[in-house]
């Protein structure tokens, strides 16, 4: 059992930065492909960006791209997705998932662990 717990959401003002953050316990944490995701209000939840724990790859949204970057630390168990240039349509919850299965890491039904979510909220 994998444990993830969101933090780092808020207001910011277009054009402005946050850094998301995730904390992960439980399994090891090294053996798990890691993605953000995003639920607009009355959208589906979309895939943001990944990393592979196999190659640290990295993989992004054509919406996010040159724009987010997500990282991760094996040691600390913790994964980040920083945010620049944020735009009034990046706003939404964020949530922090695992897998360890294979399978696209952009498909939300390949993905075994959800965090709580937390809220971007990006003004005009």
């Known amino acids: 059992q994998v444990q993830l717990v969101e933090s780092g959401g808020g207001v910011v003002q277009a054009g402005g930065s946050l850094r998301l953050s995730c904390a992960a316990t439980?399994?090891?944490?090294?053996?798990?492909?890691m993605g953000w995701f995003r639920r607009a209000p009355g959208k589906e939840r979309e895939f943001v960006a990944a990393?592979?724990?196999?190659?640290?790859?990295?993989f992004y949204a054509d919406s996010v791209k040159g724009r987010f970057t997500i990282s991760r630390d094996n040691a600390k168990n913790t994964v980040h997705l920083q945010m620049n240039s944020l735009k009034p349509e990046d706003t939404a919850v964020y949530y922090c998932?695992?897998?360890?299965?294979?399978?696209?890491?952009?498909?939300?039904?390949?993905?075994?662990?959800w965090g709580q979510g937390t809220q971007v909220t990006v003004s005009s």
């Open positions: 439980g399994r090891t944490f090294s053996n798990y492909d």
């Open positions: 998932a695992g897998k360890r299965v294979s399978g696209a890491v952009a498909a939300t039904r390949n993905y075994d662990y």
């Open positions: 990393t592979t724990w196999s190659s640290g790859s990295t």
